[in-house]
Nanobody
Framework: QVQLVESGGGLVQAGGSLRLSCAAS????????MGWFRQAPGKEREFVATISWRDGITYYADSVKGRFTASRDNAKNTLYLQMNSLNSEDTAVYYCAATSRGAATVMRRDYDYWGQGTQVTVSS
């Protein structure tokens, strides 16, 4: 079992930045690929970013590429999402997720564990 707890969400003005964190506990964090997803009201949960466990290879949704950066600190069992140049379309609940696959994946169904989510609201 892996437990995930997100933090760092909040209210920010358009153009601003936030850094989300996801603290993991339980089984060996460093062997899991990690991902960030988000869900806006009335919409499906969508992929945002993913990072592999060994090499730190990352993939991003087109909508956030160049603005968001995913990183991880395996020594601290923590995943991060640095979000810059935020706009109103980024408003959503953000979830971190873990997959035992190890390789980064954009597919929601590949993830075994999910956090409870943290709200990000961008005001225009």
């Amino acid at each position: 079992q892996v437990q995930l707890v997100e933090s760092g969400g909040g209210l920010v003005q358009a153009g601003g930045s936030l850094r989300l964190s996801c603290a993991a506990s339980g089984r060996t964090f460093s062997s899991y690929a990690m991902g960030w997803f988000r869900q806006a009201p009335g919409k499906e949960r969508e992929f945002v970013a993913t990072i592999s466990w060994r090499d730190g290879i990352t993939y991003y949704a087109d909508s956030v590429k160049g603005r968001f950066t995913a990183s991880r600190d395996n020594a601290k069992n923590t995943l991060y999402l640095q979000m810059n140049s935020l706009n109103s379309e980024d408003t959503a609940v953000y979830y971190c997720a873990a997959t035992s696959r190890g390789a980064a994946t954009v597919m929601r169904r590949d993830y075994d564990y999910w956090g409870q989510g943290t709200q990000v609201t961008v005001s225009s």
